[in-house]
C-alpha cells in the first residue's frame, strides 16, 4: 500500500485548505462581483470574435450564427449554413468567470433558423441561456427577425431559477452598400425576480457601411435603459477572402478590442480580445465551419 510522505501529505492539506477557502470566497461574493463587473458596468462582452473585435458594433452586420443574438434579422441574410464554437477560458484573468458558447443558422427557402446555448461560470455560479430564433426578408431590401431565449441561473446553496426573454430586430439597406439595423433585446422586461431589473433591457441602432468590397466600416448607439448610452465603432479589412483584421472601440465603459480571423476550406479560426479600463484584457477563440448554400432567389 503507497503511504504518502509528509511533505506530500503537508501539500494535499494545504491545497484542500485553498480550495475550502476558495469555494466560500465564490460562493459568497461571486454573485456580488459578476454584477458588478459586467451589467452594472453597462457591459455588453457578446459573443463571436467578428463582433467583438469590432467592440460588439454588430446590429447593422449580424452575418454569421451570433446574429441571433445581436440582431436576429441578420439570420435572414445567410446563405449558407454555419456552425460556430467560442470559448472565453478566462475572463479578466479568473478562470471561474469562462464562457463557452455554440451557435448555428440554418437558412431555408423562404426563412432562416439559428439556435445557440452559451455557459458562463463555474460550478458555483453559472449562467445559461438557449436561444432559437427566424430571419425573414420582408422585402428586397428590408429583413425582420426574433428570438426567443431562455436564462437559468443557479447559484450553489442558493438554488436556481429561470426565465424567458423575447428580441426582436430589423435591417434594411438603404443605399447600396449601406446597411442601417435595429434590434430591442427583452422588449418582454423579464427578471429572475417579479420586480428586479437584473436582465438588462437594451435598444442598439447602427450603421454598417461596406466602402470597399474588402473593408466594412460601423457604428452603433447602444443603450441600456438602466445606463448612460454607449457609442461604438469598427472596421474589418479583409485580404484574399482569406484573412480578416479588425478593430474597434466604445465609450461607456471605455473600450478598446482587436481581432483577427483566418478563413480556409470552410473552416475559420478566429480571435478576439478587448480590454476593461480596471480588469485588463481578455481573450476569446472561435472556430466556424459553413457548409452548403441557399438559393439566394427563393428567399
Not at 59 to 81: E, K, T
Not at 108 to 115: D, M, Q
Not at 225 to 239: H, Q
Request: glycine share 10%; charged share 20%.
Amino acid at each position: 500500500m503507497y503511504v504518502p510522505s509528509n511533505v506530500q501529505q503537508n501539500k494535499y492539506k494545504d491545497f484542500l485548505r485553498w480550495s475550502q477557502a476558495k469555494r466560500i470566497i465564490f460562493t459568497c461574493v461571486l454573485p456580488m462581483i459578476v454584477p458588478c463587473s459586467a451589467e452594472a458596468a453597462g457591459e455588453n462582452n457578446g459573443r463571436g470574435v467578428k463582433a467583438i473585435g469590432m467592440a460588439n458594433t454588430y446590429v447593422a452586420v449580424a452575418d454569421d450564427p451570433w446574429a441571433i443574438q445581436y440582431n436576429p434579422a441578420g439570420l435572414s441574410r445567410i446563405s449558407c449554413c454555419q456552425l460556430s464554437g467560442f470559448i472565453v477560458p478566462q475572463q479578466f484573468d479568473l478562470p471561474e468567470l469562462r464562457t463557452t458558447a455554440l451557435a448555428m443558422a440554418l437558412p431555408l427557402n423562404h426563412i432562416s433558423l439559428g439556435a445557440a446555448v452559451d455557459r458562463f461560470g463555474f460550478d458555483l455560479y453559472n449562467e445559461t441561456t438557449v436561444s432559437v430564433g427566424a430571419g425573414k426578408a420582408i422585402s428586397k431590401n428590408m429583413f425582420g427577425g426574433m428570438s426567443l431565449n431562455y436564462h437559468s441561473l443557479a447559484i450553489a446553496r442558493y438554488g436556481n431559477t429561470s426565465v424567458v426573454s423575447v428580441d426582436a430586430g430589423v435591417l434594411a439597406e438603404i443605399v447600396p452598400s449601406v446597411m442601417i439595423g435595429g434590434c430591442f433585446k427583452n422588449i418582454t422586461n423579464a427578471s429572475y425576480v417579479q420586480g428586479d431589473d437584473d436582465l438588462p433591457q437594451c435598444f442598439a441602432v447602427g450603421v454598417g457601411w461596406k466602402a470597399v468590397n474588402d473593408l466594412l466600416v460601423t457604428t452603433e448607439l447602444e443603450k441600456d435603459i438602466r445606463y448612460d448610452a454607449s457609442l461604438k465603432a469598427g472596421i474589418e479589412k479583409t485580404f484574399l477572402n482569406i484573412l480578416a483584421l479588425r478593430f474597434g472601440m466604445a465609450n461607456n465603459p471605455d473600450k478598446y478590442s482587436a481581432g483577427f480571423s483566418v478563413r480556409y476550406a470552410g473552416i475559420e479560426f478566429g480571435y478576439a480580445g478587448y480590454s476593461h479600463a480596471e480588469l485588463g484584457w481578455t481573450h476569446q477563440i472561435e472556430i466556424a465551419i459553413q457548409w452548403g448554400k441557399r438559393d439566394e432567389e427563393n428567399r
